[in-house]
């Protein structure tokens, strides 16, 4: 029987050496255990196998039966860790918190500008974010950390290796998952008390007309002109605060551009798209890691300040942050007369088509 314990001792020591993990040590040392069983129950009395392991089976089932009933019972203490730790089945958009929640916003409550009213406006709130990428990595963390009670998230686009510099949402072995399921993993972790909702798609003028409705509040993280400028049409149709973010190289830009509070929208603020190779991609031009964090938790502060009424959120104003120079600086923005969307000739566009 000793010989058995230090072959199991050595099995036990090379898995240590090679960094091998724990379970697959004892799965070596429970294969161990299964070859002796065999031996007493295959071999004769007598055989100098079974007399050099105990001569009977007897102690050593009795032995594995006792690892048995240790193993299921660490199971069932990791089990019931588990549950104390995420607790009852959570709560979402129904703005009642469970005990863990009220601990987990504790700093926000105590602002004097959000406290429990403006917590619980986070918790109803009902947030659509426009792409998984540079912008939208970090204001999808850091709106589902800050209690958002439903998230949702459209992206048509896969993880790939080069959006791991700046896309802080993403890990390197969810490359080729759509990066709306990589998010959703990310927000799962992050706080199981939001409600992630993905929509594997690229935005169409059918999408934003169906899935703006279902929202409050509509992020605009995409980086190309066809998308801002649809999102921009329906999101002031519907009278939803749009909030745009934007960058390129060194530089970001962000406003919030809200209806129901007469300011501009974002086709007043450019009138067309640029014409192609003046606004390069940033797969053409590059950017810097770090600047769509600053710029998508940039946008995920306004968004909060937005759904609790806090401070002054950046309407009818376009901040501009230059990274390389360490500046940033604001300008008013105005409404056109002559904007296709929300100027005169927008409505008289709408009231054609309505009659």
């Known amino acids: 029987?000793?010989?058995?314990?230090?072959?199991?001792?050595?099995?036990?020591?090379?898995?240590?050496?090679?960094?091998?993990?724990?379970?697959?040590?004892?799965?070596?040392?429970?294969?161990?255990?299964?070859?002796v069983v065999g031996l007493h129950l295959v071999l004769p009395d007598g055989h100098p196998l079974r007399l050099a392991t105990g001569e009977q089976a007897a102690p050593w089932l009795l032995l594995g039966g006792m690892g048995v009933v240790v193993f299921l019972y660490r199971a069932g203490l990791r089990t019931l860790k588990s549950r104390a730790q995420t607790g009852a089945p959570v709560p979402q958009n129904t703005g009642t918190f469970a005990p863990t929640e009220l601990e987990r916003y504790a700093r926000h409550i105590v602002l004097r500008e959000i406290g429990g009213p403006g917590q619980k406006a986070l918790k109803q709130a009902r947030v659509l974010i426009i792409g998984a990428g540079g912008l939208g990595s970090p204001a999808i963390l850091y709106l589902a950390a800050a209690g958002v009670g439903r998230i949702g998230v459209i992206d048509d686009d896969v993880v790939d290796h080069t959006n791991l510099q700046r896309q802080i949402i993403h890990t390197d072995d969810r490359s080729g998952m759509p990066k709306v399921f990589s998010a959703a993993e990310a927000v799962k972790a992050l706080n199981p008390y939001c409600e992630f909702r993905p929509y594997n798609r690229r935005l169409s003028e059918e999408d934003a007309e169906g899935l703006f409705p279902e929202y409050d509040l509509i992020?605009?993280?995409?980086?190309?002109?066809?998308?801002?400028?649809l999102a921009n049409r329906v999101a002031y149709k519907l009278g939803k605060p749009l909030i745009s973010g934007a960058l390129s190289q060194w530089e970001g830009q962000l406003s919030v551009f809200d209806p129901k509070q007469d300011t501009p929208c974002y086709q007043c603020i450019f009138p067309?798209?640029?014409?192609?190779?003046?606004?390069?991609?940033?797969?053409?031009?590059?950017?810097l890691g770090p600047l769509p964090g600053v710029m998508g938790s940039m946008m995920a502060a306004e968004t909060v300040k937005v759904i609790t009424?806090?401070?002054?959120?950046?309407?009818?104003?376009?901040?501009?942050y230059d990274a390389l120079y360490g500046e940033s600086r604001k300008?008013?923005?105005s409404r056109r007369a002559d904007c296709l969307v929300c100027g005169q000739t927008g409505e008289q566009n709408d009231q054609s088509a309505a009659e």
């Open 1 to 35: 029987m000793l010989l058995v314990l230090f072959l199991a001792a050595v099995l036990w020591g090379i898995g240590m050496i090679m960094g091998t993990p724990h379970r697959l040590r004892w799965s070596m040392i429970g294969f161990l255990w299964l070859g």
């Open 331 to 333: 300008i008013s923005l």
């Open 272 to 287: 067309e798209a640029p014409a192609p190779g003046l606004a390069p991609s940033c797969a053409e031009a590059g950017v």
């Open 219 to 229: 992020l605009d993280g995409t980086d190309n002109f066809e998308t801002r400028y």
């Open 309 to 320: 009424g806090a401070g002054t959120p950046l309407r009818g104003e376009m901040l501009i």
